[in-house]
């Protein structure tokens, strides 16, 4: 049976609450939900775009810590504020996946934390060896 390793980078703004910032369990890496957090843990100012250019900055460098990159994503849930600003967080999400395209779930919420526009985590296939 495998063991949970906790991941933790100080590239990334550390986690708000009681959580990790990444759990492995084998092959697999789940991300927690990223938000727009500078490594200040401030919210970075502006809109959805660049809000979701954040958390992109964000998930890369605690997949960099975990020995990982965009394209060993499988699966991404994003969370958005507002569903009418769709397309602007669906136009920075594939400048960062390109022609790669993990399954994806996309839920409009009522609020996230710190009323920010958008969080996403992700699952990860992680190469053994």
Same mark, same amino acid.
């Given at each position: ?21 990444? =759990? ?5 890496? /789940?991300?927690?939900? #990223?938000?727009? *957090?500078?490594?200040? $843990?401030? @919210?970075?100012?502006?809109?959805? =775009? ?5 958390? /992109?900055?964000?998930? #890369?460098?605690? *997949?960099?810590?975990? $020995?990982? @990159? ?18 602007? *967080? ?40």
């Amino acid at each position: 049976m495998s063991k949970l390793e906790i991941i933790a980078t100080n590239e990334a703004p550390a986690a708000i609450g009681p959580y990790s910032q990444a =759990v492995r369990f084998g092959n697999l890496l /789940f991300t927690s939900g #990223q938000i727009p *957090l500078g490594l200040d $843990g401030q @919210v970075v100012a502006g809109g959805i =775009v660049e809000q979701t250019h954040q958390v /992109f900055q964000n998930l #890369q460098a605690v *997949l960099k810590a975990s $020995g990982c @990159v965009l394209s060993d994503v499988i699966k991404a849930t994003v969370f958005i504020k507002d569903m009418n600003q769709f397309s602007a *967080l669906n136009e920075v999400y594939a400048s960062y996946f390109g022609d790669h395209k993990p399954a994806r779930s996309t839920v409009e919420v009522a609020r996230l934390p710190r009323d920010v526009f958008v969080e996403i985590e992700l699952v990860v296939s992680v190469s053994v060896g």
